[in-house]
């Protein structure tokens, strides 16, 4: 292993960079998966935190004014205010006010299965790169510690060098399983937090449309 002799005679780079300079190619594919984790955590907290950032109580307070008044065209334009899925969900029940339970629960659950989807959209997909992060760091640590001591049972060289080269194979070895392992907890935590964040919104979502529907037909406004 060339590369652990030129480290070891001529002291080349230690730490992370130096391991990446010397032998990138497990470091580099996980460089790869760690920016696609930061990607998707990035735009799933930006999708959660944007697209649903309206309080579903307030605004059905609202709607529930407008449609107990008769107001039914007045609180659909209200819905039409934003694209937001909570206004969409509420949009799709006031649409159907003026026909049956059923059609009514039929549009409702539509839109329900429509939206909900959209919200568990790639959090899975961090549980997967926490695996994969954690086995290219494994076959990295392997592969270095494999040619570290093949180096090292080279004929001609001295003690001292075969020490070095064995430090810098296996400094080289560890910093693959501690990079993996970084990424596989950050992906572990990540989803952790936007799974909990997904299912409350699920939750409300699902709240939303049983409120809709009493509103529309047990409440019977005037309309």
């Known amino acids: 292993m060339r590369h652990l002799f030129m480290l070891a005679s001529e002291g080349g780079e230690v730490g992370m ?4 300079k010397e032998n990138p190619t497990f470091l580099v594919m996980n460089l790869v998966v760690s920016a696609i984790v930061v990607t998707v955590i990035i735009e799933r907290s ?26 039914i065209d007045r609180a659909i334009k209200l819905c039409d205010a934003g694209d937001y899925p909570i206004l969409q969900l ?27 989807p959209a919200v568990e959209k790639r959090v899975a997909l961090l549980w997967s790169l926490a695996n994969i992060a954690t086995l290219i ?24 060098v075969k020490q070095q080269m064995l430090s810098n194979g296996i ?10 392992l970084g990424i596989a907890v950050l992906c572990m935590i990540a989803h952790v937090m936007l799974h909990t964040r997904s299912k409350n ?4 979502l699902e709240s939303t449309t049983e409120r809709v529907f009493n509103l529309l037909t047990i409440a019977k406004p005037n309309f």
């Open 201 to 204: 919104i699920q939750h409300d």
């Open 137 to 160: 760091g494994l076959i990295g640590t392997v592969s270095g510690l494999i040619k570290t001591f093949a180096s090292i049972s080279a004929p001609g060289l001295s003690a001292a």
């Open 46 to 71: 930006y999708f959660q935190l944007d697209r649903y950032r309206v309080n579903s109580k307030e605004f059905f307070a609202q709607i529930k004014k407008l449609v107990v008044a008769g107001n």
């Open 171 to 180: 400094a080289e070895a560890m910093y693959n399983t501690a990079f993996g």
């Open 90 to 116: 509420v949009k799709a029940g006031l649409t159907q006010a003026s026909k049956g339970a059923d059609e009514i629960d039929a549009a409702l659950s539509e839109k329900l299965s429509e939206l909900k």
């Open 17 to 20: 960079w130096g391991a990446i």
